[in-house]
């Protein structure tokens, strides 16, 4: 059955975004408002305090039947059993991580040009995160911002390839239903959005993902 992508989760353990509070307590809040699929990034924990996160938060995700798939780092996907990883242009080569990961695991890959897109797809990736969709203040490295009309270009050069497809970088609930209707292209549309503040720093993680889904759900054209 192919990962529902709809509503993917992106974690964050800073302090301006997390506001001091319990990161899996957060995570399950998230989950019962709607979330279909976690991904753990953390990229300042040292080894140690990834996995025992990783862990407690595993424990949470199996909970509710929801993947969970490791940023970064397969070794810490591998300790804790997690459904897969997500991986950058930067981090260990798709085939390597195939490689190690046990079968039927989820691999996902990040994107921002149409040649990146194409290789994911050849790798034979379960999906691609597209992005950055808008600025943002979570993540300030990112090389492009390709707005609903990159992101359509994107998608319109992978052809038929049954990939899936999430946005990712500054949606929100005012912007998700543009994302989703304005990215659609006539190759491939998106299957789902990905979101780091706008569910986790929000002061109701709970609410926040349940109006997501309605608004997702009520985007004209969005199967
Ligand atoms: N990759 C591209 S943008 C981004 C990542 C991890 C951060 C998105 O965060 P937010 O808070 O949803 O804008
Ligand atoms: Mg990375």
């Known amino acids: 059955m192919p990962v529902d992508l709809s509503l993917y ?28 699929i976690v991904q753990y990034r953390d990229k300042t924990s040292d080894t140690g305090d990834l996995i025992a996160t990783a862990s407690k938060l595993h424990q949470v995700t199996q909970k509710y039947g929801v993947p969970l798939l490791i940023n970064d780092r397969v070794d810490v996907a591998l300790a804790v059993g997690a459904e897969g990883v997500h991986l950058g242009q930067d981090d260990m080569v798709f085939e390597m991580a195939k490689k190690l990961l046990p079968k ?72 998700v239903q543009r994302v989703l209707y304005q990215s659609k ?10 979101i780091v503040s706008a569910i986790i720093g929000a002061e109701d993680p709970k609410a926040s993902a349940e109006k997501f889904v309605n608004l997702i759900k009520n985007t004209p054209l969005f199967a």
Do not use: W
Request: glycine fraction near 14%; include cysteine.
């Open 185 to 194: 292209s006539p190759a491939k549309g998106l299957d789902g959005v990905a």
């Open 104 to 175: 039927g695991s989820i691999i996902g890959i990040s994107t921002s040009t149409v040649e990146e897109a194409k290789k994911a797809i050849a790798d034979g990736a379960d999906y691609i995160g597209i992005g950055a969709m808008f600025a943002t203040p979570t993540k300030t490295n990112t090389r492009s911002f390709l707005g609903t009309a990159g992101t359509q270009a994107l998608l319109n050069s992978i052809g038929d390839s049954s990939i899936g497809t999430v946005s990712i970088g500054g949606i929100n609930h005012t912007n």
């Open 9 to 36: 989760l992106v974690t964050d353990s800073t302090p301006a975004i997390l506001k001091g509070r319990d990161l899996c307590t957060v995570v399950e809040e998230a989950i019962k408002g709607g979330v279909t």
